[in-house]
């Protein structure tokens, strides 16, 4: 079965700390994945696309990476910002008609002051 | 600017009762979908179209119904609301020559009683 597991589901950090968050797959065959980012009360907004060939991706305070082989990726949020808090999905999809998306749970951060 | 709406943003209705959930996308993407999202589990697909007069079931399309009769609008329907489908739903839309990348409404929360 097509899954996405993300890890941890959630968590507290300072303001101005750094952070990873995880996301393991087992989506075959893999097209892209995606990191969207949802604040509280709204939809999902992408931050990053990644797809098979690609290691790493930056989007301002915001690294991804892609290990195709072990099928994980990270995001890393580099000097959080009380902006940040809000929940990260992982987003994968299906190399296949209609190349479906495959969300994960997502991981809920809370930066404090 | 372009822009995905959805309508209304809250909704309480009662079992039984039919309900319809509106999306309007001013992007002119072929692609719509329609997710629910609750609390332990990521967006699951209900509906989805690739074009006017398309439409797809998705995993969780059971006593919901979609209609595609133009490109900017698909509606979401409710058939018979049970309390199961309390949750908030979200509609995205996306364009094939963009990368696929779904942008998502501000979502619909629906409360069954």
């Known amino acids: 079965k097509n899954q996405v597991e993300q890890s941890p589901q959630s968590l507290i950090i300072l303001e101005g700390k750094n952070c990873t968050l995880q996301?393991?797959?087992?989506?075959?065959?893999?097209?892209?994945l995606r990191w969207y980012k949802q604040d509280t009360g709204r939809g999902p907004v992408s931050l990053t696309i990644?797809?098979?060939?690609?290691n790493t991706k930056s989007n301002g305070r915001y690294t991804a990476t892609l290990d195709a082989d072990t099928k994980q990726s990270s995001l890393h949020i580099t000097a959080s910002q009380l902006s940040d808090s809000a929940s990260y999905i992982c987003?994968?999809?299906?190399?296949?008609?209609?190349?479906?998306?495959?969300f994960g749970g997502g991981t809920r951060v809370l930066v404090k002051p | 600017d372009a822009e995905i709406t959805q309508s209304p943003r809250h909704k309480i209705t009662e079992t039984g009762r039919q309900v319809t959930l509106a999306c309007h996308q001013t992007w002119n993407h072929n692609n719509m979908f329609w997710y629910r999202q609750d609390l332990g589990h990521g967006l699951r697909l209900i509906h989805y179209?690739?074009?006017?007069?398309?439409?797809n079931k998705g995993e969780v399309s059971d006593g919901y119904s979609v209609s595609r009769s133009n490109t900017e609008d698909l509606p979401l329907t409710l058939e018979s609301a049970a309390s199961s489908q309390t949750s908030v739903y979200f509609c995205?839309?996306?364009?094939?020559?963009?990368?696929?990348?779904?942008?998502f409404g501000p979502g619909t929360r629906l409360l069954v009683l």
């Open positions: 996301c393991n797959y087992t989506v075959s065959p893999f097209s892209n």
């Open positions: 990644m797809t098979f060939s690609e």
């Open positions: 179209s690739y074009g006017v007069q398309d439409t």
């Open positions: 987003v994968v999809t299906l190399k296949a008609a209609g190349n479906k998306l495959t």
């Open positions: 995205a839309s996306s364009d094939t020559l963009t990368g696929e990348t779904q942008y």
